[in-house]
């Protein structure tokens, strides 16, 4: 059996002009991709603008424009030499030796002993737990302890509000002698239970009259007649609305006699 020719080899069925094909590129990230690019422009304007936008400053005026020896430091002004002031101490010379070997007796161990001996102990600060982990917090602040009812002025009337008592008191006083007098004089009378109900009952069943009429009017309103008709009927309704309060809310009434 001969051997393969060299010729016959498989490799040979391969054409001489074929390349591999190009591998497709890996898929590369936005931020991978445009890396350089925003590097290069980081460096390039990172001075340029260093605040959030531009800075909004307000524009100079033409009147305050930069006038000549405006940024000059002005010098003090000058003062007249005084002969007699203190002159300062001389400067010590150079042969001048400092005072040396000075030493204290005072023996600061013992003193600082005696101190803490005779010192009075720190009280412990009152706190509170509210938790079993040990949570601790501060007791005075928490409202636990009865601090304000030991106070000397605890539950006393306050200055201002028994002088307002005593203003409205003598005013009430005041009141009841001048209603007195003009009882006395048959200037006023005063309105009788049976009337002032009688007076209510009234002011209530008309009331009541001129709000069914109220209800009567049309939805909708296109004349000035009856603009001015609903506009009457309200201010009716709110003055005997104002009549019944007075009347509900005062028990004793007096009327001025003609």
């Given amino acids: 059996m001969e051997p393969p020719c060299s010729s016959e080899s498989i490799y040979n069925l391969i054409p001489s002009d074929w390349k591999e094909p190009p591998q497709p590129p890996r898929y590369v990230g936005m931020y991978q991709l445009f890396k350089a690019a925003v590097k290069e422009d980081m460096q390039k304007f990172k001075t340029a603008v260093k605040t959030m936008g ?4 307000e524009i100079p005026s033409p009147k305050d424009f930069l006038k000549k020896h ?6 003090p002004p000058k003062k007249k030499f005084d002969r007699s002031e203190p002159r300062k101490p001389p400067v010590p010379l150079r042969t001048d030796h400092p005072v040396m070997g000075i030493q204290c007796e005072k023996n600061f161990i013992n003193t600082n002993a005696a101190d803490v001996i005779m010192a009075v102990a720190k009280k412990p600060k009152p706190v509170y737990v509210d938790r079993r982990t040990g949570d601790k ?3 005075e602040t928490s409202g636990l302890v009865p601090k304000y009812i030991n106070k000397k002025d605890y539950g006393v009337t306050p200055e201002y509000i028994c002088k307002r008592n005593k203003e409205a ?5 005041e009141y009841d002698n001048y209603i007195q007098e003009n009882l006395r004089k048959g200037a006023i009378k005063r309105v009788s239970d049976e009337e002032r109900e009688a ?3 009234g002011l209530k069943k008309k009331w009541e009259e001129v709000h069914k009429e109220f209800q009567s009017l049309s939805v909708f309103i296109d004349s000035i007649s009856k603009k001015i008709r609903k506009q ?3 201010e009716e309704m709110k003055q005997l609305e104002h009549d019944i309060g007075v ?3 005062h028990k004793i009434i007096y009327i001025a006699n003609k």
Avoid at 70 to 75: G, R, V
């Fill in 54 to 57: 531009p800075a909004k400053l």
């Fill in 70 to 75: 405006s940024k000059e430091k002005t010098l």
């Fill in 137 to 139: 917090h501060d007791l």
């Fill in 169 to 173: 008191k003598k005013a009430q006083e």
């Fill in 199 to 201: 007076v209510l009952q």
């Fill in 232 to 234: 009457k009927l309200e």
């Fill in 247 to 249: 009347f509900e809310k």
